[in-house]
Structures are given as C-alpha cells and as structure tokens.
C-alpha cells in the first residue's frame, strides 16, 4: 500500500544508493586497504614488521599510557558524574559545560598546554630542569597529553546515564542503614557498570589513536613513540620495509577500533549505554 | 487560647498575615541527603584545574607575560600579534577555516542523505552500515590518514593512479586530500545528530500535509526539512569544528607546505619546534578563541533545534 509518507521509488534507490556509496569509498575501502597492505607479503613478513625494535616499543608505550589514562579519567568520570546527578549546587551547568572543553579543542592545543608548562623556556622549565625531572618528551608528558584529550569521554557518558536513572534507590538504601562506600558499591555501581564500561572503551580507543597532542609532547624522541606516532615515522622514513611496517602497526590499531566499535555497538543495542554521538540533550543536563 | 493557635503556622498553613510562604531549602550540609558531594565534587574541580583549566590558563597568560626575549609586556604581545597575523598564519587560517567548511558542508549533503536513509527506509545490511557510520570515531585518526593517502597518491595503486592519469587529479598532498581527509572526520557528527531528529518527526504532519494536497517535495521542503534544519546545522558546526582542529589524518595525506597546504596545528608544532613559545602560544589562543565561537554558536543552534523539537 503507498501511504502519505512513501517516497518515490526512485528517490528512494537514489538516496540509498548514495548511502552505500559513501559509507563503501569513504569507510569500508579504507579499511580494506590498510589490511591488504599489511599482509601484502604474507603472513611472515607482518609478523617480522611487528616484531621490529621500534615496534614493539611503540607497542609497549601506547599500552603503557593507556593503562595509565583509563584508570585516571575514570576515577574522575564517577566522581563528577555522581557530584553532578546528585547534588544540587550553583555553577552545575558550567562545569558541565567546562568538562567538555577538551572535546572542542584541538589536540595540538591540548599538547601544547603541556608544553609550554613543561618545557625548556615553559613555567616550569627551569625549575624541572634544575632538579632533573624529565615531563616533556618522557612518559609523564604524554599521559598528560592524553589524559586532556580523553578527559570528558566517561564523565560524558555517565551523567545522562545517572541523571535518567535518579537516585530513589541510593536515597532507600541510605535509609536502610548503608554507609557510603556500601552504598556506591552495592546499589549505584550494579546499575552504571555498563555505562562505565563505554566510556571506558571510548576513552581507551582515544588514548591508544591519539596522535596531535602526543606528538608535541613526545617531540621525535625516538624510544617515546606510541603506535600512532611510530606508524607516521615509518612512513615518512619511505622504502618499502619501513611501510609494512606503518601498515601493520596499522592494522593493529584497526583492530582496536573493531574491538570498541563491537563492544559500543552490543551495548548500544541492549541500550545499556546512550549513544556517545549525539550531543547531550539540554534539558537532562540541568 | 485555643488549641489551633499553639500549632506552629506550617501545621495549619495559615498565619494571621496570610498563607505561609514556603520554607526555603536550609544551607550547608544537611541540603543533601546522599554522601559524598564534597569529597566527589572535590575531587572533580581539582582534576578538572590540573588537567584542563590550569593548562589553558598557562597558555593565556604565556601571551601576556615577558621573557628574555621579549623583556616587556608590549613586546610580548606585539610578538604574539605579529606572529597571529603573519600572512604564513593567515593563510593557514584561511585554508583550515576554508577546507573545514567545504568538508562540514560536504558531510552536510552526505549525512543528511544517509540519515534519511537508515532512519527512513529499509534495506539489506541497514544494521551493519549504520554501525559502520561511528567508525571514524572509534579509529585512529593515523590510521585513516595513512589508508587516505595511500589510496589517494600517485604511487599508493589504488585510486591515485587512475585519477591522475585519466583526469590529470592531483590529489594526496594536495588541499583535495585534506578535504578527504576531513570528511572522513566529521561524517558520523552530521548523520548521529540529524538521526534522532528524523525518528522524532511525527508521521502525522507529513499526513497532514499530504492531506492538503502538497505532493512528496512540497512536504519535504516545506514541512520537513525547516524542522530538521536546526539539528543538521548543529552536525555540521560540529564537523566543522573537529575539521579545524585535526591534526593526525592531515599529516598524512597533506604535503604541509608552507602558504598552500599547511594547517593551523603544524604551524604550532613548528614553533615550538623553533622553540618560540610565545609565538606558539599566540596561535593556540587564536585556534583556542576559533573554538570557543564554534560552542557558542552550536550552543544557540541547540536552543533553537530543541523549542522547535518541543513545538512540532
């Protein structure tokens, strides 16, 4: 049966057409293409281009950073989230507001804020210098970095999550004699595991990709690079080892990216966790 | 005495000069019922100052106080000014601020088209290719800057070749390439935002018009497409604004030379790399201040989309 709200058949074909068109050039081919790159020569040359010194340690690094950053970011995601849906206080929706601030930056500023903190003629860089504490090019440079960028990513998940599901339970079981810990653990967490668990994957997708605001703090230190740093060293380096190289490491951190777009996705469709996409809804932010 | 009068005045709601105004909620610690608020929201403004406010704040006041350098506050700031309007800054804007825009409102015609499509329509595979759309958010943006410019250049044997031979179409380290690259970007910011607003159209008013004998057009451009205006203005301001802070696909896919493919970012890495802090610290105020208007301006486009959301 046509109805009012049918479009014509061929405006119909168009437009999918289109879709599908986009989504196969813009996002399927490239993916297509990192792999076959990666495994162009077969199986033993991908596994000797991962198993290269500068490889494996950027290999190492990126994970490094990011069991440092997930851990930080998420600790703060709980703490403002539940500052934020429980307690009435003034400012609420400027902090809100200032929470996001990483998310409109541009990583590049995000690095540099650290760096003209931390480096040679910084804030700070005379003093660190005196007493021979390395921040910029060293590790703690780059989690910072890093912590900057993935700042918002589970506090922004958290609060309409919590915000939807208000607080008559954590309010019945203080009145049952719960003390705050017992409280947090027994009745909130069950109930926002989930949500913490996407903004999780989110902030950990972010931490091991990121690249502009890591890259002014690591500077070409070469024992510093993270994957994503290491993958433009190869392929600046030119010669056609050293792109199997950048294209297996690639394909590694594709992988990644399957991995949190799967997990996004199963929970998003057992709507466990709202969609990270969408910009948050003005009135549940008040 | 009677009994009434010995009740306190809420008991009964009414006093001798009218009805009781409303206790107002008692400051201080008993206002919240559940632990916690000072030791979360504590901790939530102290990591909040280190890791972001204190930061941004260092870098405003770099543009402001004086080194060996530059041993005066006019100077430092006639420093900052010059190098923010340097012509090499200039055209950096420009070509950040340009592409960006080309490639929001590219993204502006795409993701409408594919909104409209996973929202409205059905066909094989509709579930995958909507998961799909979020994968430029979750991979690294290295990772689509490298597979962008090996399909793009001449040499990678993918698509350059032909493109360059056939139409003479230069495209890796061209401005082409940007555009690519920041397209790919912004996709999923233009078809999450408009996603939900197309589900929440009610079917009744395109009936409605239908019923007034408007044909499909009509109803699209008159009824439907000024509702979901707001909401497809808010995703490609905020395409545009990851477009005008990327920095990881670009350095793949543009040559970064100087006047003509070289992006804001890279002339900030520049500087510090010639470690003239103040100089870099000038340029990350201008891309802080680019910004800034791009949150105001989807914070009003926010405002609008959701009263007219409320009214339809």
């Known amino acids: 049966m046509k109805r009012a709200t049918t479009d014509p058949w061929l405006a119909r074909y168009l437009l999918i057409g289109m879709t599908l068109g986009f989504i196969l050039v813009f996002l399927i081919f490239p993916v297509c293409v990192i792999l076959i790159e990666a495994l162009r020569h077969g199986l033993a040359v991908y596994f000797s281009a991962l198993s290269a010194d500068h490889s494996i340690n950027a290999i190492r690094m990126t994970l490094m950073v990011a069991v440092t950053v997930v851990p930080l970011n998420t600790v703060f995601g709980v703490c403002a989230a539940w500052a934020i849906t429980h307690f009435k206080f003034p400012g609420k929706s400027l902090l809100v507001s200032m929470i996001e601030i990483p998310l409109w930056v541009s990583p590049v500023v995000g690095g540099l804020v650290f760096a003209l903190i931390f480096g040679r003629q910084g804030w700070l860089g005379k003093w660190l210098e005196a007493h021979e504490i390395q921040i910029m090019f060293a590790f703690p440079g780059i989690v910072l970095a890093t912590a900057f960028v993935t700042f918002p990513f589970v506090a922004r998940g958290l609060i309409p999550l919590m915000q939807a599901q208000g607080c008559a339970e954590e309010e019945a079981a203080l009145t049952l004699g719960a003390n705050g810990w017992q409280l947090f653990w027994r009745v909130t967490f069950p109930k926002i595991k989930w949500g913490v668990l996407y903004g999780m994957i989110l902030c950990n997708a972010r931490a091991m990709g990121e690249f502009g605001a890591v890259s002014v703090m690591a500077g070409s230190v070469d024992d510093k690079m993270t994957m994503p740093l290491q993958i433009e060293n190869y392929y600046q380096a030119l010669g056609p080892d050293a792109l199997s190289r950048a294209f297996a490491l690639a394909s590694l951190l594709l992988l990644l990216s399957a991995v949190t777009l799967a997990i996004k996705i199963g929970l998003e469709w057992r709507r466990l966790a709202p969609s990270y996409a969408r910009p948050p809804k003005p009135e549940l932010v008040h | ?15 001798p000069e009218g009805p009781v105004k409303p206790v107002p909620a008692r400051s201080g610690r008993r206002r919240h019922i559940l632990p916690g608020f000072h030791l979360t929201l504590g901790y939530t403004l102290i990591y909040l100052s280190l890791i972001v406010l204190l930061p941004l704040l260092a870098l405003v006041l770099k543009t402001v106080t004086p080194t060996k350098d530059y041993p005066s506050i006019s100077q430092v700031v006639g420093h900052v000014f010059e190098v923010a309007t340097d012509t090499r800054s200039v055209d950096s804007y420009w070509l950040s601020f340009g592409i960006s825009f080309a490639a929001a409102l590219l993204n502006g015609v795409f993701g409408f088209v594919a909104a409209w499509a996973l929202v409205r329509y059905e066909f094989p595979g509709k579930k995958a290719f909507d998961a799909l759309v979020d994968l430029p958010f979750a991979m690294p943006t290295a990772v689509a800057g490298l597979a962008l410019c090996q399909i793009f250049s001449k040499k990678g044997g993918y698509l350059g070749g032909p493109l360059y031979d056939w139409f003479g179409w230069k495209i890796a380290y061209t401005q082409w390439g940007i555009l690519i690259a920041l397209t790919f970007i912004g996709f999923p910011f233009v078809v999450r935002t408009l996603q939900p607003v197309l589900s929440d159209l009610a079917a009744e008013v395109e009936e409605a018009a239908a019923c007034l004998g408007a044909n499909r057009w009509q109803t699209f451009r008159r009824v439907i497409f000024p509702a979901v205006s707001p909401a497809l203005l808010t995703g490609v ?58 949150v105001v301006t989807v914070n009003v486009l926010q405002y609008f989309s959701a009263r007219r959301r409320g009214r339809a």
């Open chain 2, 237 to 294: 301001m905020l395409a545009f604004g990851r477009g005008v802070g990327e920095y990881g696909s670009v350095v793949f896919i543009s040559s970064m030379l100087p006047y003509r493919t070289e992006i804001t970012p890279h002339l900030i890495i520049i500087k510090l790399d010639e470690s003239d802090y103040v100089g870099a610290a000038g340029l990350g105020l201008v891309m802080l201040l680019m910004s800034l208007a791009i």
């Open chain 2, 1 to 15: 005495m009677n009994a009434v009068s010995t009740l306190p005045p809420e008991a009964h709601g009414y006093t």
